[in-house]
């Protein structure tokens, strides 16, 4: 059951065993539940944003996004997926990418709605990290618990 909770995580989120086991590890050292720290990195990270957003219509493709460079973060190109936002931060695309017919019909009718944590303006085409997420605000539902357990062996 660890094992698959484990899997559910790191498939959701497009991670490699060596990622999520250093996410663990700074999760582990950080104050707080582990567990919830650990998700709390995990949706802070700048491709998860950008797919939250309603951006991109998949994580997979929003990595793909920020790694053409199509994605400002407080206004520089940044080519980095696992960058973690922080609060105050501000998230924009290129004029380029905002022409994109995919980011358009995404744009259009997001995949999801948008968390209470960001918040998006339109007339600027950019976005603003207000607060950090918690546990709460994560899509995938996953025991954190049986997460950590797997790694604390």
Known sequence: MQL???QKLRFNYGLTERQLRRLYK???NAKGITGNVMVSMLERR???V??????????PAARQLVNHRHVLLNGRRV???SIRTKQGDVIALTERARKFQYVVESLA?????LPQWLRWTDGNAEAHVVA???IHD???EVDTQLIVEFYAR
């Open 4 to 6: 698959l909770e484990k």
């Open 26 to 28: 700074e999760a582990h």
């Open 46 to 48: 700048l491709d998860n």
């Open 50 to 59: 950008v797919f939250r957003l309603g951006i991109c219509p998949t994580i």
């Open 79 to 81: 080519d980095i997926p």
């Open 109 to 113: 009718s997001p995949a999801v709605g």
């Open 132 to 134: 950090v997420p918690t």
């Open 138 to 140: 994560a899509l995938l």
